[in-house]
């Protein structure tokens, strides 16, 4: 009998089976009489065959004639087959039970059938295929030592289809179906990590993202934002510099809980005439959450301590359609207290907070100021030097940098100087001076109001040098003076090589010749760290994923260290660059390669230019 099971499973693939005393649902036969043995030689190959049954019946339901049409050229049917699809009363189960005839499709191979809805973007059917074929790979998984003589005896399939199938068991149900529904893959992976694997949680937490993106659509360097799962116990979340204490019982229930931070200055605040905006904008939700007791926002600011609490008001805001903010003056929801460092607001519903901080007499505040080269020529030799006065605050320096980078196309970024503003009555003159006569900035001198920079965030002092000839290092020297005093609030100097000088028709790319030294040598030894971790069968996905061409992949399989010779492909076919990494990262975590992703991410951070320069425009 062991003998002729291949060929009766060759035979009876299709057929369902029916007994009265059987254990199995009733199902249909081919007006074919079979033995018990024969029975369960068929369930033991095939133990899910009425879900197989089941999931045709269910796809033909919903196949039209136009479905089947687009199905019938997929497939590659004859003619005869797609005329007699075409005049069948149910053209949905005649095209199913030609493909099933045909072996087109088998209860372990609906990969095609996939393919198939997919490419003629018959997604909501599609979906019902995909959970089939994973519910059907758990199961065999859990069963593989008792299928290892039966797989013998299945029909291989296309080379295409056994790539997608070793895929597929790493990628769960929830995964797939938040995949059709059009959220991106690394989305999704963050998401149900975050959920635990729960779809709706993910699918919760991927709405809430969403929703915050669309609303809040600025710069991204200067807008930080979390998600974080929080049940009755609380608990808290931290982000640049601001944390959310969340008490006991503040929840009900366990819920996703937002937090969004912005130094953005196209945010206009709260700020009437002589007040301070001394912190970030912080925002944190979902609109619909609801609170049990107060949460408390701990917020930094760049102001010195004050003895006057009084003078502090909390405004929460609203969005516009036009993606301004209205602002209202809420005593109700929120209060507020200040130490030296932090403010401390406790807010009984979510909502968007603004500090207005009107000047007090005896308040100092505490300012950046950043030094940042331009050395790209825009007409003639000439360099820009910009000054740049912010608050004194880890997300605005951060920010500020990111954008700077991003907009100009060859910066060089000196250490900043911190500063204390004890006045906002006087006038500041700032000046530079060179060490040469032959290239003098313009303007030599500047004046800033001090008022200027204790009501906005961020000021811009603007200095040129034009280079006449000269080839050599320039020093130059600038100081800033109170215009009551000769006392200086601050003296720095920039040293400056001439020689290289950019112009603008040698640049076609924001980053490209000018990549800080130190990026390009952690680009290199992010691949070194690659190459370690990457084995022949991680290295041959990749080179799939980035199409190289088929003797490139084979000489990868046969590479002492195929990781490297990958990583060298990558970078000479320019599919990989310090600035180009965002494919390899979403490569490597649909791989389940997280130790790799995490190396690019960590890459990524470490380098804000890179960050700046994957901004999109």
């Not at 007994?19 to 190959?45: A, F, G, H, M, W």
């Not at 811009?460 to 003076?481: C, M, P, S, Y």
């Not at 490139?552 to 660059?577: F, M, Q, V």
């Amino acid at each position: 009998m062991k003998g002729n099971q291949q060929s009766f499973f060759g035979y009876l693939t299709s057929i369902l089976i029916l007994r009265p005393d059987s254990p199995y649902p009733p199902i249909k036969v081919k007006n074919i009489l079979l033995s018990r043995e024969t029975q369960d030689i068929l369930r033991e190959l095939q133990p899910d065959l009425p879900k197989y049954e089941q999931l045709r019946g269910d796809i033909a339901k919903h196949l039209d004639k136009q479905h089947c049409e687009k199905l019938g050229v997929y497939f590659e049917l004859k003619p005869a087959e797609n005329e007699t699809i075409q005049t069948a009363a149910e053209s949905g189960k005649m095209l199913m039970k030609i493909l099933d005839e045909r072996e087109l499709i088998m209860p372990d191979r609906m990969i095609g059938m996939y393919e198939g809805l997919k490419a003629i973007h018959f997604n909501k059917v599609a979906r019902l295929v995909l959970e089939y074929t994973n519910k059907a790979q758990e199961k065999n998984e859990r069963k593989t030592k008792e299928r290892k003589m039966t797989r013998k005896w299945f029909v291989a399939i296309r080379e295409k289809q056994e790539v997608i199938s070793k895929r597929e068991p790493k990628l769960s149900v929830n995964f797939k179906i938040l995949i059709e529904e059009g959220y991106k893959r690394l989305d999704v992976q963050r998401a149900l990590k975050l959920s635990h694997e729960k779809l709706d949680l993910g699918r919760r937490l991927l709405l809430l993202a969403k929703e915050e993106h669309e609303t809040l659509p600025l710069f991204p360097g200067s807008n930080l934002y979390k998600e974080q799962y929080f049940d009755q116990r609380g608990g808290e979340m931290f982000i640049a510099g601001v944390n959310l204490l969340v008490p006991a019982g503040a929840l009900h229930n366990g819920r996703i809980v937002s937090l969004w931070v912005s130094t953005d200055p196209a945010i206009k605040g709260p700020i009437s005439n002589k007040s301070l905006r001394l912190t970030p904008f912080v925002k944190f939700g979902p609109e619909s959450l609801t609170l049990h007791k107060p949460v408390t926002l701990i917020i930094p600011h760049c102001a010195l301590s004050s003895t006057n609490q009084m003078g502090i008001d909390v405004y929460s805001g609203v969005l516009q359609t036009d993606k301004s903010v209205k602002w209202s003056l809420d005593r109700k929801h929120l209060s507020c207290s200040m130490n030296s460092q932090h403010l401390a607001v406790e807010a009984e519903k979510p909502c968007l907070i603004g500090l207005h901080v009107p000047f007090i007499p005896k308040m100092r505040k505490r300012v950046c100021l950043l030094p940042i080269v331009n050395r790209v020529s825009q007409s003639g030799d000439q360099l820009t030097i910009h000054l740049w006065f912010h608050n004194d605050n880890p997300l605005e320096h951060k920010s500020l940098i990111n954008e700077e980078i991003y907009q100009q196309k060859g910066t060089i970024i000196h250490d900043p100087v911190f500063v204390v503003l004890k006045s906002m009555s006087s006038m500041l003159h700032v000046s530079a001076n060179s060490s040469t006569s032959q290239c003098n900035p313009h303007p030599r001198k500047v004046d800033v109001a001090m008022e200027t920079l204790w009501l906005m965030n961020r000021h811009k002092v603007e200095f040129h040098l034009q280079n006449k000839g000269i080839k050599d290092t320039v020093n130059l020297e600038i100081e800033a003076r109170y215009e009551t005093s000769a006392k200086n609030l601050f003296q720095f100097s920039i040293q400056l090589q001439i020689d290289q000088l950019r112009h603008i028709d040698q640049i076609t790319s924001p980053f490209q010749l000018v990549l800080p030294e130190s990026v390009i040598k952690s680009f290199d030894q992010l691949k070194w760290n690659l190459s370690e971790h990457l084995d022949v069968d991680q290295s041959t996905l990749l080179a799939n994923v980035f199409q190289l061409p088929e003797e490139r992949i084979t000489d990868i399989k046969k590479h002492k260290t195929p990781g490297t010779l990958l990583l060298e492909k990558l970078t000479n076919n320019s599919l990989i660059s310090p600035t180009n990494i965002t494919k390899l990262e979403n490569a490597l975590t649909e791989q389940g390669n997280e130790a790799c992703a995490k190396l690019v991410r960590d890459f990524r951070w470490k380098n804000p230019v890179v960050q700046a320069a994957m901004c999109p425009e």
